[in-house]
């Protein structure tokens, strides 16, 4: 059942698709055209699966997850390839297709950059999960977009300093680098499909997630995670970025998410919801008009 005060991004949606979205019913299905594009415009700019993956590694090894406001790690981790569902590179037999500017937030680009305050403020602060596997899906969801939000926006800096290819070099050059960078991590989380997960995958509010992508984008971050686990010794050499610079996107973006989950426990400790302004306030962060993702034209990489 649709909320009463439905999110823009049912409200978007709802214009574009050929079925309004409904109750769960058999061969239930939507289709969400490809927008008009910017030439050159690179919708797998993302990180690889495997980074996603340590990301959530890395946030869980050091803290308790309920201490971030995390209640259920299975569907947290699942919440981090949630986004790239139906985008249909990571999963290309999904039931249908939305482009990643719009299950990221983001405005259409040649490198775009997800806005994760505004996936926060309308599913996260008015916490519009009715359950908490549900909220740990979508704090994922989040996290996911803040990843991208920090190797997409570090990676335009990069190539205004330097002298880069374009198009579509640039574009294979890059994404090499960025498997190259999720190749040499040592993950070893899967995902597990359970009745809690696909109830929370369907009701996720941005949109549904049907039972059968729920289970074929698991089938391909444990297939990620399994060739993890036996790594070739010869990983090959990087093509344009390298792996100090991936590791240092890694880590900025790994403070970040400490940094506001922290904050945002600190906060929600009262009962209350937070939007995205005031976990900021809260976390000591730049408000979003000074941390906004143009950094192309500010010329720098963003603070962590």
Known sequence: ??????????????????HPWGKRSVGFASWIPIPPRLVGYDSNAMPSWNIHTAHVERLLSDH???????????????????????VGFMVP?????????ITHFAAINIIPIPDADLFWDYYIARRWPTS??????????????????FYNGWFRTFSIEHDVPKGEELRVMKQGDFH????????????????????????FHPYRILADDVERAV?????????????????????????????????????RLITW????????????????????????????EFDDPNWLTRGKSPSA
């Open 1 to 18: 059942m649709l909320n009463v005060n439905p999110s823009p991004m049912r409200s978007l949606a709802t214009g574009m698709i050929d």
């Open 64 to 86: 308790r997850a309920e201490d971030l406001g995390i209640e259920d790690r299975n569907a947290f981790l699942f919440g981090n390839y949630v986004p790239d569902i139906y």
């Open 93 to 101: 037999k999904a039931s249908f297709h939305i482009d990643y500017c």
């Open 132 to 149: 908490p596997v549900g909220l740990s899906l979508a704090l994922g969801a989040w996290a996911h977009l803040v990843a991208d939000r």
């Open 180 to 203: 190259l960078f999720g190749n040499s991590l040592n993950i070893s989380s899967y995902v597990s499909v359970t009745p809690e997960l696909l109830d929370a995958a369907w009701s």
């Open 219 to 255: 089938e391909v971050a444990n297939a990620i995670v399994q060739k993890s686990a036996t790594p070739t010794t010869d990983q090959g050499e990087y093509a344009l970025l390298s792996a100090e610079w991936m590791m240092s996107v890694l880590e900025a973006c790994d403070e």
């Open 261 to 288: 989950l922290s904050a945002w426990q600190s906060l929600v400790a009262d009962g209350r919801c937070y939007r995205a302004a005031d976990v900021r306030a809260e976390a000591g962060l730049p408000s979003a």
